[in-house]
């Protein structure tokens, strides 16, 4: 069995409203920090997990997003998966 | 003025307990993924941002993480800046 670490990224999508973003991106201007066009806050999921194959790894974790970490109607996500050495 | 992209990576401290991460790894057993070691959630913040040097943004970013994005009592934080081109 080999080690795997996975990081899934999940972002609302471009065309929903983000107002947690934008009241940070408000209090950012208070703060004195110009400049800012877009913030958006989505998830990150750091996830440890061991199997024998990258692809079937890569296959649970998609399961995994479609079904438990993103809402379809209103997210997406990516995702990487990196082998890590013994 | 050069556009500038940041990510910010908030992560719970190793030593904080995740409850949603645990709820979602048993979740992830039941629906027939083994093998999780660790399951953890953060949050993945996206900036557009507009300077002239990529320091500056730096430590904007810096300043938008210590004051706003991270709670460093339960969190830490890492971040990369990177320039688009027009």
Do not use: H, T, W
Request: net charge negative.
């Amino acid at each position: 069995m080999n080690q795997f670490e996975a990081k899934v990224f999940v972002r609302l999508r471009p065309s929903v409203l983000d107002p947690a973003g934008e009241a940070i991106k408000s209090a950012a201007n208070k703060l004195g920090v110009d400049g800012i066009s877009s913030l958006r806050i989505g998830k990150l999921i750091e996830i440890n997990i061991e199997g024998n194959k990258e692809k079937d790894i890569e296959q649970n974790i998609e399961l995994l997003c479609d079904r438990l970490f993103a809402n379809q109607v209103i997210e997406n996500y990516d995702y990487f998966v990196k082998r890590l050495d013994d």
